[in-house]
């Protein structure tokens, strides 16, 4: 048994297909704040901290006796992180943006229980197609599906 210190539903996908035995519980953490206060840290120690910054929210609050389990994740283009998108619009602009491009998507993942904690970093290099009318099309569909408006960069990979 342990926490998911998340309400992604692909997070929670993910670990019901393992058939793993989880509770969720949301972090109640200031993520502006922490990319505001880490602006010299990379990218990928910034991801990192952002999960575990996540996790020990959750362990501290909940009075965890159970591993808690937590990620993050950031899209990085051109040396800059594309968060959520605010709305349609702006997702539009992240997607367009993004075409024809290699940019990284990197996740961090934290545990921690009563022995400590451990995280890393997943990272990945993507590139999107050049942009072009059957592409706007599928940029189209995934912004009126909702599915672009509450991930980083506004995509998601599983």
């Known amino acids: 048994m342990f926490t998911l210190a998340s309400q992604s539903p692909r997070r929670i996908e993910l670990l019901r297909e393992l058939h793993l035995e989880f509770d969720c519980k949301t972090a109640q953490i200031n993520e502006q704040a922490l990319l505001e206060t880490n602006k010299n840290i990379s990218f990928h120690d910034l991801v990192k901290k952002l999960a575990m910054a ?26 800059k992180i594309l968060g959520k998108p605010e709305n349609g619009q702006d997702a539009k602009r992240m997607l367009i943006q993004l075409c024809g491009q290699y940019h990284e998507v990197l996740t961090g993942v934290s545990m921690i229980d009563e022995q400590g904690e451990t995280a890393f970093v997943s990272a990945s290099r993507v590139k999107f197609r050049p942009f072009s009318p059957q592409v706007e099309d599928i940029i189209d569909a995934s912004i009126r599906s909702g599915s672009a408006l509450d991930k980083a960069g506004a995509y998601g990979i599983q």
């Open 54 to 79: 996540k996790a020990w929210e959750v362990f501290e609050r909940e009075d965890q006796h159970y591993p808690v389990l937590a990620a993050d994740t950031i899209v990085i283009l051109n040396n």
